[in-house]
């Protein structure tokens, strides 16, 4: 198995479980055990890092199978080959199944024919012939033959219209994925990048990669709700409303990263709710729709991207642990498997990369059952991250006013303090069993200060105050000292000032560790409010 572990993470559990002796204790332990295990086999693999997508960036061996898996579509979509049953191991369509209970059903019938044929005959041989009994005869096979004939003109006229309309849904030049059309002559730089994606889960083979494409092609059309040609077209049915409403907050796109990949956020603590678990997972119907809603969230994510060469072609996924059921739960374990077994064979290439955060002990045992179903590239793109380091694992990917004040950082929903334009963030190094001071001034009089303020890890001692450049006045206390715990969101507050000052911030670093601090503040004053 190959993640990308966040430092103390394994080895602070292993020492937090190490001394009591109950048998809960020792389970612990044992959970601590695996996951050191786990830190020391995964830190010597690499970390994932996304190729690019432009031709000239290739290696000759990529360059060369991609033309052969150019070839490979160009011909089997010309020559309407591209979902041929025959050699494609997917599930039959149900135009395919009616075609062969027709075959069953003809063969049948020649067969009954042939013996009532044969019982005739053996009948013919015992009996005399006489000439009133062979005119007889031959009298009842001519309208039994002008039957067969009839019939078999009639089977021959049901067939053709469903071999003429079935070779027309196949062969189709037009047919696309994820809107781009798959055609290679039609010149679109975005196939190229598709078809990129499936030679990279492939190991750039480009036999293994073209059948992986036809069984995508073969799931979306059995599906409904794609749009694209490959799909069975849009299914105004949509069952979501049967769904939880809770389900809203479980999976979401909210911002970007330092690349600018969407970010999906998905939080499998909504199910912790039994009547929300009970509702979305209780029944095969429930878990039916719940895998449909998961699949057409993705379609919809995948929509965000841009699959040309140099565009942001995939996700970055990050999926919280928190308060999650874990795997005593088995109708969750079961639809996340089939999820991940859905995404792995039908989306490959989609996820740059996958961050676990607020991971528990569980976690270690259970990975187990479903990382053996992954291929090597999709392990490579895991990163694992305890409760104690979720915001410091995320800032590496993701600037910290692009992360949700829930998870440490200073974004927030319908912000109408700081936009883009004035939200740049100070970094600040507070060092071991020390103090800093951050000092925003008021010019002037009547000036609203606004700021922001979050330390990686908190445990810091932090407080806020008003200090008036007239030494004569008296300093305003905003905020009394108070500990910060580890698990603190991130301070806003603000401070209407009547006379020039400053607000000062201070961070007692009470470890023996530095602390990082970042915030981020603005001046507005009554007469730019007037403008």
């Known amino acids: 198995m190959t993640v990308e572990v966040v430092s103390e993470g394994a080895a602070a559990a292993a020492a937090e479980v190490a001394a009591p002796e109950t048998k809960e204790v020792t389970a612990k332990a044992a959970a601590a055990d695996e996951a050191v295990t786990l830190a020391a086999v995964v830190s010597k693999n690499a970390s994932f890092r996304e190729e690019s997508n432009f031709l000239d960036d290739l290696k000759d061996g990529e360059r060369k199978a991609l033309a052969e898996l150019r070839a490979k579509v160009e011909e ?8 041929d049953d025959g050699k494609v191991e997917a599930k039959k369509t149900a135009p395919a199944a009616a075609e062969e209970e027709k075959d069953a059903e003809k063969k049948a019938v020649e067969e009954e024919a042939a013996g009532e044929k044969k019982d005739a005959e053996e009948k013919k041989e015992e009996e005399p012939v006489t000439e009133e009994k062979k005119e007889e005869e031959q009298g009842e096979e001519e309208p039994k033959k002008e039957e067969a004939d009839e019939g078999e003109k009639a089977v021959a006229a049901e067939e053709k219209p469903a071999e003429e309309e079935e070779a027309a849904a196949v062969v189709d030049k037009d047919i696309a994925l994820w809107g781009v059309p798959l055609l290679p002559s039609k010149g679109d730089d975005a196939t190229d990048v598709v078809l990129l994606k499936f030679l990279r889960a492939r190991d750039f083979k480009a036999g293994a990669a073209f059948d992986m494409l036809r069984k995508t092609l073969h799931w979306r059309r059995e599906w409904k709700g794609f749009a694209d040609g490959a799909g069975a077209g849009a299914d105004d049915d949509d069952d979501g409303e049967a769904l939880p409403a809770e ?8 911002g970007a990263d330092r690349e600018g990949h969407p970010v999906c956020y998905n939080a499998l603590g909504v199910f912790a709710d039994d009547a929300v678990y009970k509702r979305a997972l209780g029944t095969e119907e429930g878990k039916a729709r719940f895998l449909r809603w998961r699949v057409r969230a993705m379609e919809s994510h995948v929509a965000k991207l841009d699959l040309r060469p140099g565009g942001v072609a995939s996700l970055l996924q990050v999926t919280d642990l928190k308060n999650s059921p874990g795997p005593a739960k088995k109708d969750l374990r079961v639809a996340m498997k089939q999820v991940l077994d859905l995404f792995q064979d039908n989306y490959p290439e989609l996820v740059a990369r996958n961050i676990l955060i607020n991971v528990p002990f569980w976690y270690y045992a259970f990975s187990t059952l479903f990382y053996p179903f992954m291929t090597q590239r999709t392990k490579s793109k895991f990163v ?3 409760p104690s380091k979720v915001t410091e694992t995320l800032l590496k990917y993701i600037p910290i006013e692009a992360i949700p004040v829930k998870y440490g950082g ?10 883009a334009e004035d939200s740049e963030v100070t970094e600040l190094v507070v060092k071991a069993s020390s103090t800093e001071t951050i000092e925003i001034e008021a010019t002037e009089g009547d000036t609203t200060l606004t700021w922001d303020l979050t330390v990686l890890g908190w445990e810091v001692n932090y407080k806020e105050e008003f200090v008036p450049s007239d030494e004569g006045s008296y300093t305003v206390i905003v905020r009394k000292g108070k500990k910060m715990g580890s698990s603190e969101a991130a301070v806003r507050n603000s401070f209407r000032a009547g006379e020039p000052g400053k607000v000062v911030l201070t961070v007692e670093n009470l470890t023996h560790r530095k602390k990082k601090v970042l915030f981020r503040h603005k001046a507005k004053s009554a007469c730019a409010k007037k403008w």
Not at 76 to 83: Q, S
Not at 247 to 254: I, K, P, R
């Open 410 to 419: 200073l974004k927030r929903d319908d912000d109408t303090e700081f936009s």
């Open 247 to 254: 389900l809203a907050d479980a999976c979401y796109l909210d």
């Open 76 to 83: 089997a979509i010309v020559d309407g080959k591209l979902f």
């Open 384 to 386: 694992i991250a305890r």
